[in-house]
């Protein structure tokens, strides 16, 4: 499940396809769809872990980290990996019920723990794309 998450976290639900996932995951075509029925299967059951592990332990850094370029600049180098998440964000959760609420649960949780937490998502996403802001650069 580890492997899913990163997978989906790097490369999307719509990047990845099912021979992707039978090659990096080291399972079959059948066994993953026996398991999961489908990959969009595989996909929630991935969310939903990662919203459980990844986001759980991105609140609680969150929570232990005063001001938040500290805290995005702890995330982005040592985890937890939110790609997942964001990526969740922005091209299921309009789509897919089902993501909307997992996405919607982690983001509840992730606000319990940071007030200013789109603030520190959207820092996230531009260290993503881009890497850290320039004060963090070589810390």
Request: hydrophobic share 50%; proline share 4%; no cysteine.
């Amino acid at each position: 499940m580890r492997a899913a998450v990163g997978l989906f976290g790097r490369q999307s639900f719509a990047g990845t396809s099912v021979d992707d996932l039978v090659s990096h995951l080291g399972v079959h075509r059948g066994s993953l769809y026996k398991t999961f029925g489908s990959k969009r299967g595989l996909y929630l059951a991935a969310l939903r872990q990662h919203v459980d592990r990844d986001v759980a332990a991105a609140a609680e850094v969150f929570a232990a980290t005063t001001g938040i370029d500290a805290a995005v600049h702890r995330i982005a180098t040592a985890g937890p990996d939110l790609g997942l998440l964001l990526l969740a964000l922005v091209e299921r959760a309009p789509v897919d019920p089902e993501v909307a609420v997992e996405t919607s649960r982690a983001l509840a949780r992730l606000r319990d723990a940071r007030a200013d937490l789109d603030q520190a998502l959207g820092l996230l996403l531009r260290t993503r794309a881009i890497g850290p802001a320039p004060e963090f650069v070589g810390e």
